[in-house]
């Protein structure tokens, strides 16, 4: 994995820190990716057992698991 892949990982993981619940958007805007890249990110986490994906594709939120 590169070292900016885990940068924008940990990135993400704080503001989730911060906020119960984000929408993609909001995430990208935070850590100045395209929502195409950051939902990679996104994606990775989830399967990473790091964070929790609810709803669906268009209402889809992010959260950190509990």
Do not use: C, P, W
Request: avoid cysteine; aromatic fraction near 8%; charged fraction near 30%.
């Amino acid at each position: 994995m590169q070292k900016s892949a885990i940068n924008y990982k940990d990135k993400i993981l704080e503001y989730l820190s911060n906020h119960s619940v984000a929408r993609s958007q909001d995430i990208a805007l935070f850590i100045g990716l395209k929502q195409s890249r950051t939902k990679d990110y996104l994606s990775e986490l989830v399967e990473d057992g790091k964070i929790v994906a609810n709803g669906a594709n268009r209402n889809r939120t992010y959260s950190l698991r509990k």
